[in-house]
T-cell receptor, first 110, second 113 residues
């Protein structure tokens, strides 16, 4: 069955420290993966998608098919990174059918 | 631009009552999605529309849930009758096409008492 697992519900790090939000997936097809973010009192929005291979707000994520992972990383956390982060797997081409993980609440301490 | 618009933002009803949610997608977006997000969980897709056609409703509990997207623009999601377990945030999203980035609305928080 298709599934996305985010093992940490809560993650707290200090400003300036590295951040890694974990995401593992289970899917027999060719995966397309995304990270979505929801800042306080704002809408859920796309942060990045693996096919873009770009860095957004200093975040990067590499798809590791061998480990079936798509961890989100940032070398130096900033207070404005505090938010809810969701990893999502597309079951079709592009973003047409997304399966979301449970989410990780990231808190950056000053 | 306002983005995806949803109303109401909050709704409190008693069980067995009907409830409806409305969504206005971003202008020009052909694909519309309804998601349900239970507390502490990620969003789960309920139904996807391509213009006015429901192309994926496999996750929609059809005994009590219904949806429509007349004229391929606005959409309404209805629950009748509501149950306690329906308490959740109902999210609407839209995209230019099925493979494009989804833009989410603010959601409607439903509480069933």
């Amino acid at each position: 069955a298709q599934r996305v697992t985010q093992p940490e519900k809560l993650l707290s790090v200090f400003k300036g420290a590295p951040v890694e939000l974990k995401c593992n997936y289970s899917y027999s097809g060719s995966p397309e993966l995304f990270w979505y973010v929801q800042y306080s009192r704002q809408r859920l929005q796309l942060l990045l998608r693996h096919i873009s291979r770009e860095s957004i707000k200093g975040f990067t994520a590499d798809l590791n098919k061998g480990e079936t992972s798509f961890h989100l990383k940032k070398p130096f956390a900033q207070e404005e990174d505090s938010a809810m982060y969701y990893c999502a797997l597309s079951l079709g081409q592009g973003a047409q059918k997304l399966v979301f993980g449970q989410g990780t609440r990231l808190t950056i301490n000053p | 631009e306002a983005g995806v618009v949803q109303s109401p933002r909050y709704k409190i009803i008693e069980k067995k009552q009907p409830v409806a949610f409305w969504c206005n997608p971003i202008s020009g977006h052909n694909t519309l999605y309804w998601y349900r997000q239970n507390l502490g969980q990620g969003p789960e897709l309920l139904i996807r529309y391509e213009n006015e056609e429901a192309v994926d409703d496999s996750q929609l509990p059809k005994d009590r849930f219904s949806a429509e997207r007349l004229k391929g623009v606005d959409s309404t999601l209805k629950i009748q009758p509501a149950e306690l377990g329906d308490s959740a945030v109902y999210l609407c999203a839209s995209s230019l096409g099925a493979v494009d980035t989804q833009y989410f609305g603010p959601g409607t928080r439903l509480t069933v008492l």
